[in-house]
DNA sequence: GACCAGGTCCTTG
DNA sequence: CAAGGACATGGT
C-alpha cells in the first residue's frame, strides 16, 4: 500500500489516465487561457464560458483588447463569473503586464519558463495556480498545476503535503511532456469533481482500494 | 435559503 | 507563518 510520495503521485496520475483516457481539457488560443485562467479563480467553468463569449462579442477577448479597454465594459463582460470587479482589475494588471512587458503574448511566448513564471507571480492577483495554469495550457510548457482538488485528493492518498512541495513531486514523476501535463491535471479535476463533495468525499474510499 | 465553485490578497494572532 | 475574511454571481 503505502510507498514513498512520490510513488504515490505516480500512482495516482497512471490510474487515473487508465481510467479517463485522453480528455479534452482548456482549448483555445493563449490570449484565451490567460484570460480564462483569471476568470476561473474559485468560479465554475461553464460561467466562465459564458464570460469568454460576451468578451469575444464585444472584440474584448484579447490581452491587446483588455490592455486598452473601458473597465466597465470588462465588469459588465464578466459578471457571470463572480467577484468582477476583482477580476477586472487582476485582468488590467495581467494585461498591462504582457503588453509593457513583452508587447504581447506572441512575443512572450519566446521567453523562459521560468522567467515567465517569475513574472507572472509578480502581477497582482496571479497566483501560483493561476501562473501555472497559463504556462501549461496557455504556452504549453511542463508547470504542473497543483488546486485545492490536487492537494484534496493527495491528502487522501496519504500525501499530506503543501501544494509548493506537491507540485515539486509531481514534476519529479511526470514525463517531461506537454501533453502529459495537460492531461494529467485535467484527469484530477474530473475525478475530483466526480467523487470529492465538500461534505461527501469518496476520494479516500476509491483511492486505496488499489487498482 | 444554505452551500459551494478549476484563488488570491489582506489582516490578525 | 497559519488562519480567517472579502470578493459576487449562478447552480443544486
Known sequence: MSGSSSSEC?????VLKEHYGHIPWWPGDTDDVLIGAVLTQQTRWEN??????????RSLCSVAALYEADPAEIEN???STGFYKVKTRRLKALATFVMREYGGPGPMAEYPTELLREGLLHVSGIGEETADCILCYGFHRTSFVIDAY??????????????????????????PDQDTYRQAHAHIVEYAKEYCGKKRCETCILMNSNE
Open 77 to 79: 463582460a464578466i459578471r
Open 48 to 57: 466562465v464560458v459564458r464570460a469568454l463569449a460576451l468578451l469575444k462579442k
Open 10 to 14: 505516480a500512482r495516482i496520475i497512471r
Open 150 to 175: 490536487t492537494h484534496h485528493i493527495c491528502g487522501c492518498a496519504g500525501i499530506p503535503e503543501q501544494k509548493s512541495r506537491l507540485k515539486a513531486l509531481f514534476e519529479k514523476v511526470l514525463l
